[in-house]
T-cell receptor, first 113, second 113 residues
């Protein structure tokens, strides 16, 4: 079945360590996104990519980095510079940016202690 | 800044009744709107979308109404079932060069048996 796969579902790290969250899609979508979700808040855009080898900062990019070497993959690295990294991270993809629905993965819950 | 918001944080309905979830948006340039459903521990799931050239769109047991005059969006769920219990998000977008989906904070729908 086509879809978006995020792994792992739960991730635990010590403060000061970088961690990379995986996102793979087989929907043949050009655009991919990373969102952060905190309790009581809406989804906040971290980074997005409309095409391979290109990506743009979203609203809260500080402390995060991404790469888009393949159309199917858009990994997110949470660096030690991110002050509040504990959150639920959602990856999404769409056919085209802005006028088509996003398809979401089931998220990765990152806990940093 | 411009944002999408929801009027109520929670909504409790009796099983079998109809549910109406409301959303206000502030970006007058928005021309594409989406409703998502998010179950606990999962990513948001697309429910229905509507473009600004329409006032109403129907899906299976769901109807989305758009009132551009007052910048209001609603999701109606007919014959609400226990499986409808979830958090519902509205999102809007203006399909320009810098288009970006803006998500509301979400409303919890609780279905009483």
């Amino acid at each position: 079945d086509g879809g978006i796969t995020q792994s792992p579902k739960y991730l635990f790290r010590k403060e000061g360590q970088n961690v990379t969250l995986s996102c793979e899609q087989n929907l043949n979508h050009d655009a991919m996104y990373w969102y952060r979700q905190d309790p009581g808040q809406g989804l906040r855009l971290i980074y997005y990519s409309q095409i391979v080898n290109d990506f743009q900062k979203g609203d809260i990019a500080e402390g995060y980095s991404v790469s888009r070497e393949k159309k199917e993959s858009f990994p997110l690295t949470v660096t030690s510079a991110q002050k509040n990294p504990t959150a639920f991270y959602l990856c999404a993809s769409s056919m085209a940016r802005g006028n088509s629905p996003l398809h979401f993965g089931n998220g990765t819950r990152l806990t940093v202690t | 800044g411009e944002s999408v918001g929801l009027h109520l944080p929670t909504l409790s309905v009796q099983e079998g009744d109809n549910s109406i979830i409301n959303c206000a948006y502030s970006n007058s340039a928005s021309d594409y709107f989406i409703w998502y459903k998010q179950e606990s521990g999962k990513g948001p799931q697309f429910i229905i979308d509507i473009r600004s050239n329409m006032d109403k769109r129907q899906g299976q047991r769901v109807t989305v109404l758009l009132n551009k005059t007052v910048k209001h969006l609603s999701l109606q769920i007919a014959a609400t079932q226990p499986g409808d219990s979830a958090v519902y998000f509205c999102a809007d977008c203006s399909t320009g060069a810098n288009s970006k989906l803006t998500f509301g904070k979400g409303i919890t729908l609780s279905v009483r048996p």
